[in-house]
């Protein structure tokens, strides 16, 4: 299920790219991002496919003055939300302004910048594994959109109906 993206773009730029790493079938272990007092310029994942480490390609300009890489616990540590603020306006930096990781053990960031003249944002993706990908937008400034694939549940939850039985007869009989 694709979710998003959020952000917004220069109507100017020619150079819009969009990207999508949502397509593996495997974990996300790492997150590296490029960003400033504009904002993020390029964000890129490590995944674990197969057993083996997998690097996506860069998306965006490699050109911010702070860099972070975000190392999660694999196969512990999963993704179930992201959160942010983008530039509504137009401008000839990037839009996605900052960015906000959150697992089931962790939270990460914010990474960029903040203000008022921001919108927010916010995917939660649950407290099971279900988080799927990215997928998104940049241009030379850098990101633009940012959103996020979501692999819904497959398999219903089991449910103790002995234990039902027995906690209303302890109800009963007191």
Known sequence: MKIGPVGKHDARSTTIVNWDEGS????????????GVAGIMSIQFQFVMDGKLVLS???GPFSGNMFD???LNYPHEYITGISGEYYKYEANNPHMRSLKFNTN?????PFGTSGSSNDKFAFKLGKSPQFGGFHGTYDASGLQYIGV???PKTVLPKIDTGNAEETESKIVLG
């Not at 593996?24 to 960003?35: A, M, P, T």
């Not at 053990?105 to 960031?109: F, M, P, V």
């Open 24 to 35: 593996h079938d495997g974990f996300i272990s790492q997150i590296f991002l490029s960003h």
């Open 57 to 59: 390609d860069r998306h």
């Open 69 to 71: 890489v975000i190392e």
């Open 105 to 109: 053990t962790s939270e990460y960031g």
């Open 149 to 151: 694939y979501l692999r």
